[in-house]
């Protein structure tokens, strides 16, 4: 129904009736005010509660039909919720409209407040997205980066119900079943493209399909919604683990890091790797991490696969700190580092360790392919294997950055860490 064009309110309260005989509007309205009156004391007396704005128009909706009346009525208010619990309890007591039989029920109380709030994050994230697509900066590709996981080719859809997921659902061993598309969107930024979106209470069949013979893992709100998705879950899918977002939050409200350090549990944990049969509820550990900077083996990346990431020996690291030449370039490394530290900002150079190219980090795979003579690229960010694909066919010989995720990498390209190379980070 259309609601009451009212100001600034806390809430609605919503009801429905039902009455057997032929009313208007008018006649709800009236029974609304006259039935109500004195049940709850003289300040809480509708009409008195308008004269204060504490109470809007109440609008109402009437279908008319074989004589009897049905239909809908909102009563925004400005009171506490107690309050107007109070008032919808008094309404659901009357029992008569004029002379006919009538019932009222309450349909809810909406928060018109949390309403709002969600309207405003939605209209904030499109202003966002239509500014990063207007201006180019660098600190406007910065925040495209962040988007990145947006791009055709990362989001995409799923079964005959086109649910949201990200590509590397079609083959990876295990999957991250979530509730909504932005959950998805948000765990492409995390670094995690072997989510789907359940979208809706009801388990589409695909995703069964999809989950047989694979390990998953499912990631919820922590919230009511999500205890109820979880016990549709536990009828349809095998769930090896459990885990939920900090309690009151949503999944697609959690930062990347928070995302990693949930997660990192899930696909380290022996009840991934050994025991497909648990589902145990886990909780994220209070250890902090940075997964930019470090590269330890629970670390997940973007496919994860079964919790294992690729970490580069140390003693490869240490080769190119062997013979003079190698000696300056790591010199060189390292001040190309402190220009780029936290500006998520991407070198390339060539063999004599001129720049060629400075960008962004989400624009060096494209660089890579219209560039000629880089053999080093330097990084403020983690190295994927795409990354080293792309790198591999254009002839770059080294790569450095915080960390990397790549499950393989070609011999022909050589990847190492600052903190390999000994550069403080």
Same mark, same amino acid.
């Given at each position: ?9 806390? !809430? &609605? ?19 609304? /005010? ?69 019932? /009222? ?57 086109q649910l949201a997921c990200g590509t590397g659902v079609f083959d990876s061993d ?12 948000? +765990?492409?930024? $995390? ?18 399909? +999809? ?5 998953? #893992? ?38 990347? +890091? ?10 380290? &944990? ?9 589902? $145990? ?9 940075? !997964?930019?900077? &470090? ?7 973007? &496919? $994860? ?24 370039? #790591? ?59 792309? $790198? ?34």
């Amino acid at each position: 129904m259309r609601l009451p064009n009212t100001g600034i309110v806390k !809430y &609605h309260v919503k009801l429905k009736f039902d009455v057997d005989g032929l009313v208007e509007k008018a006649d709800i309205i009236g029974a609304i /005010f006259g039935q109500t009156e004195g049940l709850l004391g003289p300040e809480m007396n509708l009409n008195e509660l308008q004269k204060v704005s504490k109470v809007g128009r109440i609008e109402v909706n009437v279908d008319t039909r074989s004589n009897i009346a049905k239909g809908d009525a909102v009563i925004p208010m400005s009171t506490d919720i107690s309050t107007a619990a109070l008032i919808a309890a008094a309404i659901e007591s009357i029992d008569k409209v004029g002379p006919f039989q009538a019932k /009222f029920v309450l349909v809810g109380i909406d928060d018109i407040r949390a309403i709002k709030k969600k309207i405003i994050v939605d209209r904030a994230k499109r202003i966002v997205q239509e500014w990063a697509t207007k201006t180019i900066s660098e600190g406007e590709e910065m925040l495209k980066d962040v988007y990145d996981a947006s791009k055709p080719g990362k989001l995409t859809a799923f079964g005959k119900a086109q649910l949201a997921c990200g590509t590397g659902v079609f083959d990876s061993d295990w999957i991250i079943l979530v509730e909504g598309r932005a959950d998805v969107i948000n +765990l492409l930024r $995390a670094g995690f493209d072997n989510a789907i979106a359940i979208e809706g209470a009801k388990v589409d069949e695909s995703i069964i399909n +999809l989950t047989e013979g694979k390990r998953v #893992v499912a990631f919820l709100d922590g919230d009511r919604a999500g205890d109820l998705i979880l016990k549709e879950l536990h009828g349809l899918v095998k769930i090896d683990k459990v885990l939920r977002a900090p309690n009151g939050r949503e999944v697609e409200d959690c930062t990347p +890091l928070e995302i990693a350090e949930i997660l990192r549990e899930a696909v380290s &944990h022996p009840a991934i790797a050994h025991h497909p049969k648990s589902t $145990a509820s886990q909780q994220p550990q209070d250890t902090k991490y940075d !997964y930019r900077k &470090h590269g330890d083996e629970s670390e997940p990346g973007p &496919h $994860a696969y079964g919790g294992r990431t690729t970490k580069i020996a140390d003693n490869e690291g240490k080769e190119i700190l062997q013979g003079e030449h190698n000696q300056e370039m #790591v010199l060189k490394v390292q001040n190309v580092f402190s220009e780029i530290n936290e500006t998520l900002e991407a070198v390339l150079l060539d063999d004599s360790m001129r720049i060629l190219v400075k960008v962004p980090v989400s624009d060096i795979v494209k660089q890579l392919g219209d560039s000629e003579g880089g053999k080093f690229l330097v990084l403020d960010g983690i190295v994927t294997q795409r990354l080293i694909d792309v $790198a591999d066919r254009a002839g770059i010989e080294y790569i450095v950055g915080h960390r990397t995720t790549a499950s393989k990498k070609p011999s022909t390209v050589k990847v190492h860490t600052f903190e390999e190379l000994g550069i403080p980070n």
